[in-house]
């Protein structure tokens, strides 16, 4: 797996503050006590999606990366066109029940439950270089099952 290039991708240098700006805060979401940093005013300014993708890809471009896994379903909307980017594979990661064929399974705690995510049991192999993108940190539930996976 590719290693991250620092705490907040979205952070520093790799966002303008204008790009900050439209990130909205939703309080109490998915539950009290939680401030949800709301990233589809982003994704709405054409502009500004495409300054967050050309500063992911940046990151990454010329470290080899096979395959960007991605978790369903907003993590896709960041890392396919970063796949497309890279030139690399894009993997989903799906809910229970969702993925046509075989698949490897991890369940995990989030902050308000649990759930269960799967990959096709032929979507990486041994020697891929991974990057693993997904819209949202909360608990680090999510990325460490994907992780496992």
């Known amino acids: 797996m590719?290693?991250?290039p620092g705490p907040g991708i979205l952070s520093g240098e790799a966002m303008t503050s204008s790009?900050?700006?439209l990130i909205r805060d939703v309080p109490d979401f998915p539950k009290k006590g939680i401030l949800f940093k709301d990233i589809t005013t982003v994704l709405a300014d054409g502009a500004s999606y495409r300054q967050v993708i050309d500063s992911l890809a940046s990151r990454y471009q010329g470290q080899g990366v096979d395959?960007?896994?991605a978790v369903e379903a907003r993590g896709f909307i960041l890392g396919a066109p970063l796949a497309y980017r890279l030139g690399a594979g894009f993997v989903p990661v799906r809910k229970k029940g969702k993925l046509p064929y075989q698949t490897l399974q991890a369940t995990y705690?989030?902050?308000y439950?649990?759930?269960t995510l799967e990959i096709h049991i032929d979507a990486l192999v041994k020697g891929h270089r991974v990057?693993?993108?997904d819209d949202l940190l909360a608990t680090g539930g999510t990325v460490s099952a994907v992780i496992d996976l």
């Open 2 to 4: 590719i290693p991250a």
């Open 19 to 21: 790009i900050k700006e």
């Open 67 to 69: 395959r960007v896994v």
């Open 109 to 111: 705690d989030l902050e």
């Open 113 to 115: 439950g649990n759930d």
């Open 131 to 133: 990057l693993v993108v």
